[in-house]
């Protein structure tokens, strides 16, 4: 079964940056679309973020220009830079293919004070 590594996340002021990380076992990893996903209290988990076999990205609305998502085949790693941080980015976030298969890592917490 394939597992997913969620690191990176911490507390961080309005306007900051972070860099999230994500470690996917299993040897097929390049073939895969991966994504960044988030949830944030009372709300549903949403997709923010994508990147193909081939590289090319999606972003959500919300976090596009200002999030940047990359992957190492070699590290079966996929990657998150978040800048320009706002409050209303504070979440737990996760990774999983897309679309997301039923079972998730433990995420990690990103919170952006004002």
């Known amino acids: 079964q394939v597992q997913f590594v969620e690191s990176g996340g911490g507390l961080v002021q309005a306007g900051g940056s972070l860099r999230l990380s994500c470690v996917v076992s299993g040897s097929i990893f390049r073939l895969f679309t991966f994504g960044w996903y988030r949830q944030a209290p009372g709300a549903q988990r949403e997709l923010i973020a994508s990147?193909?076999?081939?590289?090319?990205?999606n972003y959500a609305d919300s976090v596009k220009d200002r999030f940047s998502i990359s992957r190492d085949n070699a590290k079966n790693t996929v990657s998150l830079q978040m800048n320009s941080l706002k409050p209303e980015d504070t979440a737990v976030y996760y990774c999983?293919?897309?679309?997301?298969?039923?079972?998730w890592g433990q995420g990690t917490q990103v919170t952006v004070s004002s």
């Open positions: 990147i193909n076999r081939g590289h090319s990205t």
């Open positions: 999983n293919f897309v679309p997301a298969a039923s079972s």
